[in-house]
């Protein structure tokens, strides 16, 4: 059983480390949602504000000689640097030198929460930070890391463009042109990156609609003459009011496929006149036949009302019964 023995000895080393001396410092881990962003993974760099909680728990004793130094160590360094500190002893008020803003509150006679709200930099993706208590005397006890999300500038995006079906690998020189016997115009664009959403706009210059879509947006266009289109493409990550990344596309529509749908419209267009107008012939003359119809029996019956009238029904004031 000599194992177990060793085991705790190491967690009784372990939890010596944490309150040694009565101190104890823990970062705790960043939330997505506490941060001021747009986005739903990521933050924009130098725009985008990073939230994050402190707990120091002090040694009355220890209270009036300690500061807490918040070290940072960048994704491609080995070591940690200063990113900035607070001094215990004067109640950890604002910082107002720099960018990073701190509140520091007594929750219990020895622990003090230190709130953190900082606009993100470059330096800070996917960095590890951590809390350290240092003393005057210089003795020190670092707290538990913590990572930082990914820190990125809005157009770090790539994308896929699509013209009909057809990958265009040459954004910088979009240019297309619609067969004549194609009469719609399909432009998707799909990008990505490292924050989430990518937003996209496509508008062009023969209409005020824009169509947008977040990771992937289509645009689509019945074209049917010879026109020359642009296409506008507009895309960033997470927001799309500070900077972009745009293209431009050219799309040309030949003219015979116009000519020839022209020619069937008028076409269509005669022999549907052509129907009406027989159709009005024919109900006039229906017309003109039924008049004259009901003036002949007219007639008839003025000058043979006998016969039209078998049982002189006109003249016999009483009519036979036929009880």
Not at 4 to 26: A, D, R, Y
Request: proline share 3%; aromatic share 8%.
């Amino acid at each position: 059983m000599c194992w177990l023995g060793k085991i705790k000895i190491l967690v009784i080393l372990i939890i010596l480390n944490k309150f040694s001396c009565g101190q104890e410092i823990q970062m705790f881990a960043i939330r997505q949602e506490d941060c001021n962003t747009k986005c739903t993974s990521g933050l924009i760099s130098n725009v985008d504000k990073i939230f994050f909680n402190t707990t120091v728990k002090l040694k009355k004793d220890l209270q009036k000689n300690s500061i807490v130094r918040f070290e940072i160590m960048p994704k491609t360094s080995m070591e940690f640097k200063l990113l900035f500190s607070v001094d215990i002893n004067s109640e950890c008020t604002e910082n107002k030198k720099t960018d990073n803003y701190y509140h520091c509150s007594k929750i219990s006679e020895d622990a003090y929460n230190i709130s953190i709200y900082s606009q993100v930099l470059p330096l800070f993706t996917e960095a590890s930070i951590r809390g350290v208590i240092k003393h005057y005397n210089q003795t020190e006890m670092a707290g538990d890391e913590i990572k930082l999300p990914k820190i990125v500038e809005p157009t770090d995006v790539t994308g896929i463009l699509t013209v009909n079906g057809n990958n265009i690998t040459d954004e910088d020189a979009c240019k297309f042109i619609i067969d004549k016997d194609v009469l719609r115009i399909d432009i998707e664009y799909v990008c990505m990156g490292q924050a989430t959403p990518c937003l996209i706009e496509i508008s062009s210059n023969d209409s005020t609609n824009i169509d947008v879509g977040e990771n992937r947006a289509v645009f689509k266009r019945f074209l049917y003459q010879e026109i020359t289109i642009n296409v506008k493409i507009k895309y960033a990550l997470c927001r799309l009011d500070l900077a972009y990344k745009h293209m431009e596309c050219n799309v040309t529509k030949r003219g015979q496929s116009y000519q020839r749908i022209t020619l069937i419209i008028v076409i269509c267009t005669g022999i549907l006149t052509l129907i009406v107008f027989l159709l009005t012939i024919y109900s006039c003359f229906k017309v003109i036949a039924n008049q004259r119809k009901s003036a002949l029996s007219a007639k008839e019956f003025a000058e043979n009302p006998d016969e039209l009238d078998p049982l002189n029904m006109k003249g016999n004031k009483n009519p036979p019964c036929w009880c």
